[in-house]
């Protein structure tokens, strides 16, 4: 771990000097690396994969019904319904993902009206094909940036609170947004591909570092954004409300439900206290809506009570205390009002249902994980068959599916307590314990994308706050995820095809020769055995996460006398 002797607090003309530094790098940063993503938006335009072209369609379906039926953006889902697992028409997008491809296609309505361009994919005027695009990639680089952001500001305050100074905690900050910043996985997967992935750091950044400065109300509402974005984050959610238990403390994960049901419900109160009538409109459940409003109702009670009769001494409820129940309670009913009314519920199944049951096999290029390297050495059926059943008890049958995710919750319970004791003790493995969770998800679980793994290789840039031996660990994720992503790019159509499309449109990177087949048999190669090399750096993490930093006594003493000699 790198150590410091500097002293923990700057003059103003130190600290001015620093923090001017910081900024102009930034900038010069943000510059460059929207540069480098409009240049391999370029590159990639022949093999950029064809889920682009499902979000314009379904954008477009939703801006029709707004701009030329009258309907709203909330029919989409209805209009689909509870889907048939086996249709060719589906949709599984998260509300707020729908809402960035209907920007984006209205952008567009102008200059291109419900017209999707063939030629966007390939061989094609690059400057029309990057206009064409330009909602999606600013959206892509915006989201980019809150997650550096996010990352800076985590990394600064993990290393000034376990004891650092100043400097040496902004320039270890300022590395770790950098990294997040320029992450070639990241860049490939939001402008190369392009999708949405990433937008599962942000959010998950975000609510770590505010819950770190006992934001946990603002906490609970990002991840709320971030799951109506990516339902990704239900999977590690759970930490963020065991951490606070496991030290003993009550109020904070109180407050983070509060802040989660509250955002995710009236978010989403526009198909919850609503239904569709037989004749197909839109009407409200008026039980759904009575039972909102009763925190509300409850809310101005309180606060006339407080007004009017001070000798109560109501007090002693705070009124942060009282906004943050109104809050929560009011999301958690409108919410709760589908399964009790039979309000829409086509949106919930669309959002987060579905692809859960639609995709049994979510692997379309080489995942090197665990059901990788069991369906591919040793020939389980993960889904299927006999070998799909780990065993039996008590007549239930438990498959390989149910016992790996039962084996990846037992871990995620084991990162809490892990970010539970580094967040206690201010110790810098508090960065470690926050990529593990993320690593557990890709490596142990059935129903894995391959670039899953990005996740991880994203939320990995913070360890460089820990030491730059974790931090290459996350590199190696980073080239893991970004090689398994450019696989399915290349075989979504033909090899042979995308490697000439490709020198067509880079012939100084792409060499007519076979380039693009000679890296396809490379990463081919490395199916499924390097998942091994993926189950190491996830022991490693998990073993970071679990154990304390041990030091001697004399430095101990040292830090609870304040010398700034202490090491980290």
């Avoid at 923990?8 to 923090?19: E, I, Q, V, Y």
């Avoid at 006992?214 to 590690?236: E, S, Y």
């Amino acid at each position: 771990m790198l150590t410091s002797s500097e002293s923990p607090n700057l003059s103003w003309p130190r600290r001015t000097l620093l923090w001017l530094l910081i900024g102009v790098i930034s900038l010069t940063s943000v510059y460059a690396g929207v540069q480098w993503r409009q240049w391999w938006f370029y590159v990639t335009t022949p093999v950029h994969f064809h889920d682009i072209e499902r979000n314009w369609l379904w954008g477009t379906y939703t801006f029709r019904n707004i701009h030329d039926k009258g309907r709203s953006f909330l029919d989409t889902y209805d209009d689909v319904g509870i889907q048939n697992r086996r249709s060719e028409l589906w949709i599984d997008y998260a509300p707020l993902r729908l809402v960035v491809n209907t920007l984006w296609v209205a952008s567009n309505h102008e200059q291109w009206p419900y017209q999707w361009h063939k030629s966007t994919r390939y061989r094609s005027d690059l400057q029309l094909i990057y206009d064409y695009h330009a909602f999606y990639r600013w959206f892509n680089s915006a989201m980019e940036a809150l997650a550096a952001i996010g990352a800076f500001l985590l990394v600064y305050n993990v290393v000034r609170r376990s004891g650092s100074g100043e400097t040496r905690s902004a320039i270890l900050a300022l590395i770790g947004g950098l990294l997040l910043w320029f992450n070639p996985a990241m860049i490939i997967s939001a402008h190369g591909w392009p999708s949405g992935d990433m937008w599962v750091v942000p959010p998950f950044l975000w609510a770590v570092y505010l819950a770190r400065v006992n934001r946990w109300l603002g906490a609970g509402i990002v991840m709320a954004l971030g799951t109506l974005f990516k339902g990704q984050l239900f999977f590690v959610m759970a930490i963020m409300i065991a951490w606070p238990l496991l030290q003993l403390r009550w109020r904070e994960p109180l407050r983070f439900i509060a802040g989660f049901f509250g955002a995710f419900g009236l978010l989403t109160s526009g198909w919850t206290l609503t239904y569709i009538d037989p004749e197909g409109f839109r009407q409200f459940r008026y039980a759904a809506v009575v039972m909102t409003g009763i925190p509300s109702l409850l809310l101005i009670a309180y606060m006339l009570l407080r007004w009017k009769l001070p000798k109560l001494r109501l007090d002693r409820l705070s009124r942060i205390n009282a906004l943050t129940i109104w809050f929560g309670l009011s999301g958690a009913l409108a919410f709760s009002s589908m399964w009790l009314f039979g309000t829409c519920y086509a949106w919930f199944d669309a959002s987060y249902a579905f692809g859960t049951d639609h995709w049994q096999y979510m692997v379309m290029g080489k995942t090197s994980n665990i059901p990788g390297i069991m369906t591919e050495r040793y020939g389980w059926d993960l889904f299927r068959g006999p070998l799909s059943v780990f065993f039996t008890a008590y007549g239930w049958e438990v498959t390989v599916k149910t016992f790996l995710f039962g084996i990846f919750l037992l871990l995620l319970g084991v990162s809490a307590i892990g970010i539970a004791m580094h967040d206690r003790r201010n110790s810098t493995r508090f960065l470690i314990a926050i990529v593990t969770p993320w690593l557990l998800f890709f490596t142990v679980p059935c129903q894995i994308h391959e670039r899953y793994l990005l996740f991880a290789a994203c939320a990995a840039c913070v360890c460089i706050g820990h030491s730059i031996g974790m931090t290459l660990l996350g590199v190696f994720c980073t080239i893991l995820t970004g090689m398994m992503t450019l696989h399915v790019m290349f075989i979504r159509g033909n090899l042979q095809w995308s490697d000439q499309l490709l020198n067509e449109t880079a012939p100084w990177l792409f060499a007519a020769d076979g380039f693009v087949l000679r890296l396809n048999k490379f990463i081919v190669g490395t199916f499924p055995d390097i998942g091994w090399a993926v189950i190491v750096v996830t022991c490693v993490f998990v073993w970071m996460t679990i154990t304390p930093i041990w030091r001697p006594r004399r430095q101990v003493a040292l830090r609870e006398c304040g010398s700034d000699s202490a090491p980290d």
